[in-house]
C-alpha cells in the first residue's frame, strides 16, 4: 500500500505539475494573441503581432493537453484564441496572387550581407546561382562594393555608401537604371528610389532596411521610414515594388499602414508562412521580416525564401510579372 501512495503522489504532482505550465503557456499565448492587435498603441504589442504562428501551435497544443489532463473549459479558451491567430494566418495561404499576363517577367533579389569572412562567398555564390535581374543589398558598406566589384558578377553597381553612413542599401541591376537616394525620418535613414521595368511597363523599385523595433524609440524611427515609403509609393504614377527587411511582419501596424496607404500587395499571399529571420538559431522563433510588396499592376509568380547564408536574415527571390486584367 505505501507503493502505491508513493505513486499516486507522483502521479497527482505530474498532473498538477502539467496543468500549471500548459495553463501557463496558453495563458500568455492567449494574451499575446489580444496584445497583438494593439500594435499601435505599444511597440512591444506590434512584436507580439509577429509571432501568430507561434502563438497558434502553442495554443493548440495546450488546449488540447489541458483538456485531456484537467478537462477543463479553459481548453476551449485556448482553442478559440488558436482559431483567431489562424484567422489572421490564413490569408496567406488562400489569397492566391493574380494570374499573370502573357509576356515577359523580372526575377527581383534582396538580401542582408552584413557578414564577412566565408559568409561573404556564400553571398556571392547565391547571387550568382539566382542569377536575378535586380538585386538589393542591404546593410552593405564600402568593403562590400568593393568587393562586388572585385568579384566580377556581371551587374552594375546602382548606389554607393553615403559618406555619412557606415551601412546603406546598393542596388545591383544588368543595366544601368536611374537611382535616387532618398532620406526618410527623423534619423534620415536611406531609401533608394530607382526604376526598372516588366515587360516594357515601367516599374518603380523602393528600396529600405529601416530600424529594428528593440525600443520605443527605434519603433518610432522605424514607423516614420515606412510611413515616408508608403506616401511616396502612394504618389507614384508607374506600378510599384517595395523591397528590404523591414523588420516587421504581415501583421504588424506598420506593415498594415504600408499596405493600406499604398494599397500594395504582400508577395507572400498565396505562398504561405516564409519566414526569414533569424536565418539560423531558435528556428521556433523565425519570422517573415523580408518583404516585397507591390502594386495591384503586378502579380508574384514565384517566392522563394533562401538558404543560411552567413547573415542574420535569410535572402529572398520573387518573380514578378504584370497581372492580367
Known sequence: ?????????????????????????????TVGTILGFFGSAWWMFDVMAGYRVQFAIALILSG????????????????????????????????????????????????????????REMVFRWIE????DVVVLLETSEAWVDQVEARGLGYR??????????????????????????????????????ETTVDDTPVVIYAFQPRTPTSADTAAARDEVV????????????????????NATPWSHAFRNLTGTA????STRGF??????????WR????????????????????????DVGSEHRPLLVRIALADA
Open 157 to 194: 553597381i546602382m548606389a554607393q555608401i553615403p559618406d555619412d553612413r557606415v551601412y546603406g542599401v546598393t542596388v545591383l541591376a544588368r543595366s544601368t537604371l536611374p537611382v535616387e537616394i532618398l532620406r526618410a525620418g527623423d534619423v534620415d535613414e536611406v531609401v533608394i528610389r530607382t
Open 64 to 119: 488540447i493537453l489541458y483538456g485531456l489532463i484537467l478537462g477543463r473549459a479553459t481548453s476551449v479558451v485556448f482553442l478559440i484564441a488558436a482559431a483567431i491567430n489562424i484567422v489572421v494566418i490564413l490569408p496567406l495561404y488562400l489569397d492566391g496572387p493574380a494570374d499573370p499576363k502573357p509576356g515577359g517577367s523580372i526575377d527581383v533579389a534582396s538580401i542582408n550581407v552584413r557578414t564577412t569572412g566565408a559568409g
Open 284 to 307: 521556433i522563433l523565425h519570422v517573415p521580416s523580408n518583404h516585397l510588396l507591390h502594386s495591384p499592376e503586378l502579380t508574384t509568380v514565384e517566392r522563394l525564401i533562401g538558404p
Open 272 to 281: 504561405g508562412f516564409q519566414p526569414s529571420w533569424p536565418a539560423n538559431q
Open 1 to 29: 500500500m505505501p507503493i502505491r501512495r508513493a505513486d499516486s503522489a507522483v502521479t497527482s504532482f505530474a498532473r498538477t505539475f502539467g496543468g500549471l505550465a500548459l495553463l501557463t503557456i496558453g495563458f500568455l499565448a
Open 263 to 266: 494599397n500594395l500587395i504582400d
Open 129 to 132: 546561382a539566382t542569377d536575378a
Open 227 to 246: 510611413d515616408f515609403v508608403a506616401r511616396r509609393a502612394q504618389d507614384e504614377t508607374s506600378p510599384v515594388m517595395v523591397v528590404g527587411a523591414l
